[in-house]
């Protein structure tokens, strides 16, 4: 009996190759995807190397009171003399850090309550489920007004209130999920085969969960950017002296009229970066599910 | 769907059960003594007393939920801690100007973005239609309180003009009142008119591709009639539930655009009382916005169900 050559497997083929594939595929179908994704790279960029972008200590003060932009200050400087460009760069950083603080949070505290919902269903479920009702129910910004009202103002209570405000949402989603993957062929074909109750969730459901629960997490990312600068630009999110976009537009509220480049950029930066992540989202969602394209 | 309905029905007193207690013990959650916070330097322990009989905190919850609630429900909010006025009496006066701002929002929104939606499903692909979304795409990313300050800034450094800051009731001068509301809205409107055209543009293209859409065509009717009387009556009816879930939108809208263009609505209204820690105040808003919203949503999920027959719950 001569030996058959096991015949070459496509999938051996590099991983790094499949991926590279893929995203030249989603580049193709996607272009206004892509062009959020490249925003959202860029925000994150600076985030992270915001101390090697600016041009000097964004909480420097200085004598050169207002001043339009010029060849020293790119962006001019602000009404106590600081270097609005630097401002504007490390407002990048504490918008990024919230964001992903509150989504990571959110993603896994909501997930892993949306399963367990899923699972136990009964009193719990129903009981726990019309706390998420509660929850949903009040806008976002009365349930962040309430909470700084309890809390305080500080960068902490904002993380709290991000959470709060993206995890039920999640919650609800991941249990609505898990329910009808409980309902596939496989969890029963699992359970036939005995698997106990964590390996069934860890191993069955949860990688199965995950990444439509991810898109969702992602199409909420911008509302969650937009409350956390809203708060700020109210007084009641980010605390002075840090540079946080929403706080700098409303800082420069008394000086627009002599200085109407305050009003611009953290807008700007701001605003590309709602943009972004709301065109990766869109793109991701249409992506993955076609049937999510509620909005 | 009976049986949905009672059960949708069933879970509103539970649901403004948990809200009730969540803004009851709002008070009793915040870190450290609140009286203590309150009084700071002009405390005395007859003020603090006092203080505390006002909030409630000289007794127990268990005694003091009752009573609270007891009010609530005969439209007793408490008094201001700042004013010492009863807190409804403020929100009442408020309510009025909100409403007002949130009307003439929602009323652009509809004006402008349900027919941009339906001329971008029409054109489908086409320039418009591509041009169309962009700018919905873009409105949905730019901040309401920046635009509304651009919208301050932009005319007052080019052509030297600002908007009238400084309420006029609408009968002192109905048209000055109304207009007042007109930059407040129409800022309010740009991001909720975006979602409403992507909606519209969405649910349109779907409904087309409709066989009684065709067979209106077939049949020789003018376009107009197809797209206004086939088309556009179907495809509205996930808008009309998106109307009321956007209600959420405009409160929040509210809030920035009030205090942008010093309008003494009830957004304005709760912003100062987080700021000067009226928490009764807070209490009263937080609880009556919560009621509010479950019952929207409750006539929403209910008018949906009886909108779409083709839905069913199980």
Do not use: C
């Amino acid at each position: 009996m001569t030996a058959i050559a096991a015949p070459e497997l496509p999938v051996a083929r590099s991983f790094a190759g499949k991926q590279a594939r893929s995203f030249a595929r989603f580049a193709r179908t996607q272009p206004l995807g892509t062009f959020g994704l490249t925003l959202v790279v860029i925000i994150v960029f600076v985030a992270v190397f915001g101390e090697w972008l600016v041009r000097s200590d964004p909480d420097a003060l200085s004598n050169d009171i207002l001043r339009s932009p010029n060849a020293k200050h790119w962006f001019g400087t602000d009404h106590i003399g600081r270097d609005y460009y630097s401002r504007v760069v490390s407002g990048a950083r504490i918008t990024v850090a919230l964001a992903v603080i509150a989504v990571a949070i959110g993603f896994g505290i909501g997930t892993v309550l949306g399963m367990a919902s899923a699972w136990a269903l009964g009193w719990f479920d129903l009981f726990f489920q019309r706390v998420i009702d509660a929850l949903l129910a009040l806008p976002g910004i009365i349930l962040a007004l309430a909470l700084v009202a309890v809390f305080g103002r500080d960068t902490h209570v904002l993380i709290l209130i991000l959470t709060l405000l993206i995890t039920p949402g999640v919650t609800r989603f991941a249990r609505g999920t898990a329910l009808s993957l409980l309902n596939e062929p496989y969890i029963e074909a699992a359970q036939a085969l005995g698997a106990g109750t964590p390996r069934i969730l860890l191993r069955h459901l949860l990688p199965n969960l995950l990444p439509s629960v991810a898109v969702v997490v992602t199409t909420s990312v911008g509302g969650l950017l937009l409350v956390s600068a809203g708060l700020s630009f109210l007084g009641l999110g980010v605390q002075p002296p840090t540079a946080e976009w929403g706080k700098m537009l409303a800082e420069g509220r008394d000086y627009y009229l002599h200085a109407p480049y305050l009003a611009i950029f953290p807008g700007v930066g701001l605003s590309l970066a709602v943009l972004g992540v709301n065109l990766f989202g869109d793109a991701i969602r249409d992506v993955w599910d076609p049937r999510l394209r509620a909005l | 769907m009976t049986a949905y309905i009672i059960r949708r029905l069933l879970a509103v007193p539970v649901v403004l059960l948990m809200l009730s207690l969540g803004v009851f013990f709002m008070i009793r959650a915040i870190p450290g003594d609140v009286v203590d916070l309150k009084l700071e330097r002009t405390y005395t322990p007859e003020r603090a007393a006092a203080l505390r009989a006002h909030l409630g905190l000289d007794q127990p919850a268990y005694k003091q939920y009752p009573k609270w609630i007891g009010g609530v429900v005969t439209g007793d909010f408490g008094d201001s801690l700042v004013t010492g006025q009863p807190v409804i009496d403020e929100i009442w006066r408020r309510l009025p100007i909100t409403l007002e701002l949130g009307l003439m929002t929602l009323f652009m929104s509809l004006v402008v973005g349900i027919p941009a939606g339906i001329i971008a499903a029409v054109q489908q692909n086409r320039i418009s239609d591509q041009a169309l979304r962009l700018v919905s795409i873009i409105g949905l990313a730019i901040p309401t309180f920046w635009l509304a300050t651009l919208v301050i800034v932009i005319p007052a450094v080019t052509v030297g003009w600002s908007p009238r800051f400084g309420y006029i009731e609408f009968v002192d001068d109905p048209i000055a009142n109304l207009k007042q509301f007109a930059l407040p809205g129409a800022v309010g409107a740009m991001g909720f008119a975006a979602i409403l055209l992507r909606l519209t543009r969405v649910q349109m293209l779907e409904v087309m591709r409709q066989d009684y859409v065709r067979t209106a065509r077939a049949k020789g009717l003018k376009e107009f009639t197809v797209l206004g009387r086939h088309a556009l009556k179907n495809a509205m009816i996930p808008v009309v539930t998106v109307v009321g879930l956007s209600l959420a939108g405009l409160v929040s809208g509210s809030v920035f655009l009030e205090q942008i263009f010093s309008l003494p609505g009830l957004g304005r209204y709760a912003v100062q009382s987080v700021q000067s820690s009226d928490y009764t105040a807070i209490q009263a808003f937080v609880l009556l916005i919560g009621i509010v919203f479950v019952l929207v949503n409750l006539i929403v999920d209910l008018l949906y169900a009886v909108l779409d027959p083709r839905i069913r719950y199980s």
